[in-house]
């Protein structure tokens, strides 16, 4: 499984964007990147998926660079409820077995 | 819009006794998980489940763990003599299998174990 490598934490303010870039030099031809947000004494939950290029949805996009080595979150006008942990994930889709990292802090300042 | 339920929310146990965590994944999702995390630390895997046998285990997932799908809606972990150390939240996780499988997870809220 690729490993990733993403900061521990990160600061902002509310209103501004928030890009969480998520190095995974040796990721595989049929890996997928999965992003998950996780709130304390709660379960991890799926933000965004892709493979290749953008995928935007209601939450997020996420940025795949041609290469595939790296890929950034990208959150829209952040709020303080967007305080979480913010893991990346590489795997095969429909996979056994995700492993999760360390995760990025991000607090989110009023 | 359906999600994975665990029970108990909170258990408090002595040390060597055993306990059983319950789980009802999302009843269309045939993959089921039970990932673990210490306080403070990151989500670890344990064990995956499908078709009623175990797919993957992780090193953590020893003897003393067993997971099950007694019926067609419960899938448990069951720990047979706890220790100090298996005090955590663990997750319960299902997933989906179709032709456009995504690999998305859907955790449940978790069940702290507190083991004195």
């Known amino acids: 499984l690729a490993k990733t490598t993403q900061p521990i934490s990160m600061d902002s303010y509310e209103g501004q964007e928030v890009n969480i870039t998520c190095s995974h030099n040796?990721?595989?031809?049929?890996?997928?990147i999965t992003w998950y947000q996780q709130f304390p004494s709660q379960g991890p939950r799926f933000i965004i998926q892709?493979?290749?290029t953008k995928v935007t949805n209601e939450v997020a996009s996420l940025f795949i660079p041609a290469d595939r080595k790296s890929s950034t979150l990208s959150l829209p006008r952040v709020s303080l409820s967007d305080t979480a942990v913010y893991y990346c994930l590489v795997g095969a889709a429909g996979g056994f077995k995700t492993i999760f990292g360390a995760g990025t802090r991000l607090f989110v300042k009023a | 819009e359906p999600e994975v339920t665990q029970t108990p929310s909170h258990q408090v146990t002595q040390m060597g006794q055993e306990v059983i965590l319950r789980c009802v994944p999302i009843?269309?999702?045939?993959?089921f998980y039970w990932y673990r995390q210490i306080l403070g630390q990151k989500v670890e895997f344990l064990v995956s489940f499908y078709n009623n046998e175990i797919s993957e285990k992780s090193e953590i997932f020893d003897d003393q763990f067993s997971v099950e799908r007694p019926d067609g809606s419960n899938f448990t972990l069951k720990i047979r003599s706890t220790k100090l150390e298996d005090s955590a939240m663990y997750f319960c996780a299902s997933s989906e299998v179709t032709v456009r499988n995504t690999g998305e997870l859907f955790f449940g809220e978790g069940s702290r174990l507190t083991v004195l």
């Open positions: 040796n990721i595989a031809t049929n890996d997928y």
């Open positions: 892709g493979y290749k």
């Open positions: 009843s269309n999702h045939l993959y």
